[in-house]
């Protein structure tokens, strides 16, 4: 499969059978996003929680190409009002889709639409696809069950933020590498406003003193998983 990090949360995965899956899809108000929202598709989008910056375009792309949302319960009701497909699911539950398996985890953080509406609890999600598996921890602070996800869950890649204020910052994130012990590590959730400046660079070199893998993908970059 391939992966795309489009800066901030949000992905693209491009299975091996060319499906592809959005995480967060935030291109349009989104200074560090390289590319508009008329540049991606989606058959699938998967939304870790409601918030403006994670919720992003996905009713737009939605609306386009028939996407069909994958969050949990509360939130895809939401979508589904909003009179688009979703799977429903919770934390902690996972589900065999065609392109592969997506499971939910906990997330310490809020959610709520744009437009005011409870959107259930925030989320992580772990994507096991073509044989490598991907956790985006979705916004949350440092957890110490990051540790049972790992061990129960084991992650070739795990996205998570850096950016502080409203998530783990630096040296918390560090810690939740350590915890839940990916293959690799990539930092999301940093530079993209003033509030959650944060150096990649440096999260890479802790991460590295401290014996594990980081990759700082650029925005636009695409790699082979
Ligand atoms: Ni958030
Ligand atoms: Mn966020």
Known sequence: ???????????????NDGIIILIDPFFTGNPT???SVEEVKADYIVLTHAHGDHIGDAFTIAKKYKSKFICVNELANYCADKGFEAHNMHIGGGYNFDFGRVKFTIAHHGSKTPDGEYAGEPAGVILTIDGKSVYHTGDT????DMK???????????????????????????KAVELAN????????????????????EFKSKVEANGFNCKVMKYGETIEL
Do not use: R, W
């Open 182 to 201: 990916p293959e690799t590590a990539i930092p999301i959730h940093y530079n993209t406003f003033p509030v959650i400046e944060a150096d990649p660079m």
């Open 33 to 35: 996003c390289p590319i």
């Open 148 to 174: 049972l996800i790992g061990e129960m869950n084991p992650i070739d890649y795990m996205l998570l933020p850096i950016g502080d204020n409203f998530t783990m910052g630096i040296d918390d994130a560090v």
């Open 1 to 15: 499969m391939e992966l795309t990090y489009f800066s901030h949360s949000a992905f693209q995965i491009k299975t």
């Open 141 to 144: 602070g440092l957890f110490y």
